[in-house]
């Protein structure tokens, strides 16, 4: 069973910088895609940004430019930097893992909250 722990989140100023780890742990070989979604109060879970075992990359127009993900396939984990923040980015942001297009597992979610 994987499980997907995510850490990193907390309060900045606009203009400020995050970063977000998501650590899977048990096996993920083979075809994976881990990505970042967030969840606005009262809204829907949309994607962020996601990035596949071989490198390739995908953001929302929303913070391209400003995010940038990446992972560390021998430590199974998965980053987001976020940088110039704004109150918009604020949301629980959720660590995504799709394994072999088949299975999926997510996060416990994280508060970002940008804020003066």
């Known amino acids: 069973q994987v499980q997907l722990v995510e850490s990193g989140g907390g309060l900045v100023q606009p203009g400020g910088s995050l970063r977000l780890s998501c650590e899977a742990s048990g096996s993920i070989l083979g075809v994976n895609v881990m990505g970042w979604y967030r969840q606005h109060p009262g809204k829907q879970r949309e994607l962020v940004a996601h990035?596949?075992?071989?490198?390739?990359?995908f953001y929302a127009n929303a913070v391209k430019g400003r995010f940038i993900i990446s992972r560390d396939n021998a430590k199974n984990t998965v980053y987001l930097q976020m940088d110039s923040l704004k109150p918009e980015d604020t949301a629980v942001y959720y660590c995504?893992?799709?394994?072999?297009?088949?299975?999926?597992?997510w996060g416990q979610g994280t508060q970002v909250t940008v804020s003066s």
């Open positions: 995504k893992l799709v394994l072999r297009g088949i299975w999926e597992f």
């Open positions: 990035i596949t075992n071989v490198g390739g990359t």
